[in-house]
């Protein structure tokens, strides 16, 4: 049988990953994946969630089954995170169900439109996260790209209104919460506003992505544009990630959260989420959720964990302003204003996929072939170097600088 299976497409950023393991230049830079590495160029695990691993162990608590919808002490507190422990409304009008990591979440919704809307329409940004695509249309939907950014590498409100204005009652809308990826560039509150508007007067359902809160402008900040959305609309889905702020991409942790207009809805939501898990894994794994129900339940270890959060945020936002710094004094006014104007993980150089191509071949600097780098994962004493790699790249001889 597996005779007949063509040849398959490897994926692009494992491939490049793969590529990079066998780089036997010493210089060898690696921004592909989204990790963020600290000034020695490691993954730490987070000094709150070893924390909370040692209380587990000690506890040591049985293995058993946990049910359909995973930790529900995970999900009470990630629906508190994300939506406000405060906020108005019915406690009923959003469920939780905990999912294998962001990705996972963003899968399960998926199935849910396809359950509810057989071939719904999802409109996903240009760029756009490069795993959306695939999962939606693995999900049976159909998608259609809006604009995001504008020609100087900033958020095109104009563009994307337009684009928008296009979706329909029945359709999905997309939107990563903050810290877009691959871009870095992020609507402005008074865009967040007007996507509300928007999205209130023409229907259609907002999806939103959250997987860097807390890596862009401060935890809060970063969560409150999905929270205004979610008091402006009758029906939202998130996707939340705890890969990125928490440190734990290989414990693939994350959940679905599904707003409705009413309690029946979102009881049938719910359960549809829990048999869409049911088909494909039965349940998720205990682990990252019963740390991340510790870290949260817990005044001390939160408190300590948004510490970290917040040093992981600053260091981030540093290298992209040293990175900047850096541009400038080599005359790259342009990309260093586009540059200095992003958040998060992720940058976008405005190299095309053969200057990329050179910028691994000459420099053994590795980025995707969009254009993508991994700002969180560029150690201090290597920015220079990434600086002049692009400046080489984009003025072969040196003449304009
Ligand atoms: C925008 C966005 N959404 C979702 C994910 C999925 O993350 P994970 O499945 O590792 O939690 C990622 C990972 O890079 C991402 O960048």
Same mark, same amino acid.
């Given at each position: ?12 950023? *494992? ?9 036997? &230049? ?28 040692? $209380? ?9 089954? $946990?049910?359909?919808? /995973? ?32 990705? !996972? ?13 057989? /071939?719904?329409?999802? *409109? ?14 693995? +999900? ?12 100087? @590498? ?11 204005? /296009? ?21 402005? *509150? ?23 809160? !807390? ?36 414990? =693939? ?61 600053? =260091? ?21 204003? +586009? ?20 910028? $691994? ?15 969180? @994962?560029?150690?201090?004493? &290597? ?19």
């Amino acid at each position: 049988m597996l005779e007949l299976l063509p040849p398959p497409p490897a994926d692009p950023l *494992w491939e490049l990953t793969r590529a990079f393991g066998t780089d036997e &230049r010493p210089q060898r830079l690696d921004l592909v994946l989204g990790v963020y590495r600290d000034r020695t160029g490691s993954t730490p695990v987070m000094a709150a969630v070893r924390e909370a691993e040692l $209380r587990l162990a000690e506890r040591s608590e049985s293995k058993e089954y $946990r049910g359909l919808s /995973g930790n529900t002490a995970f999900n009470r507190a990630l629906l508190d995170l994300v939506l406000g422990a405060g906020r108005p409304g019915p406690a009923d009008r959003a469920a939780a169900v905990q999912t294998v990591a962001g990705s !996972g979440a963003l899968r399960l919704l998926a199935d849910l439109v396809c359950r509810t809307r057989p /071939g719904t329409t999802v *409109w996903i940004s240009d760029p756009a996260y490069v795993n959306h695509r695939p999962i939606l249309e693995a +999900a049976g939907l159909r998608v259609r790209p809006f604009a995001w950014r504008d020609a100087d @590498g900033g958020f095109d409100t104009a563009a994307v209104m337009r684009d928008l204005g /296009g979706a329909r009652r029945e359709d999905v809308v997309l939107l990563q919460g903050c810290c877009h990826n691959p871009s870095g560039v992020d609507p402005s *509150w008074e865009d967040w506003e007007a996507l509300a508007d928007l999205a209130a007067r023409d229907g259609w359902v907002p999806f939103v992505d959250l997987a860097y809160h !807390g890596l862009g402008d401060g935890l809060e900040a970063d969560l409150r544009a999905t929270r205004m959305l979610a008091e402006r609309v009758p029906e939202m889905l998130v996707a939340v990630s705890c890969s990125k702020n928490f440190g734990l991409y290989s414990d =693939r942790t994350g959940c679905a959260i599904v707003l409705g207009a009413s309690a029946r809805a979102v009881r049938h939501a719910e359960t549809a989420l829990q048999n869409a898990a049911r088909t494909l894994y039965s349940m998720p794994p205990e682990h990252g959720a019963a740390v991340v129900a510790t870290v949260l339940g817990d005044e001390g270890l939160r408190a300590a964990w948004r510490a970290e959060l917040d040093v992981m945020r600053g =260091r981030i936002a540093a290298n992209r302003t040293h990175l900047t710094a850096r541009l400038t004094a080599l005359g790259l006014d342009a990309p260093a204003r +586009a540059l200095a104007r992003q958040k998060g993980m992720f940058s976008m150089l405005p190299l095309d996929a053969a200057q990329m191509l050179r910028l $691994r071949e000459e420099f053994a600097i590795y980025g995707t072939t969009s254009g993508r780098v991994n700002i969180a @994962g560029l150690p201090s004493d &290597r920015v220079a170097c990434l600086a002049e790699g692009i400046a080489a790249v984009l003025d072969p001889s040196g003449r304009g600088r």
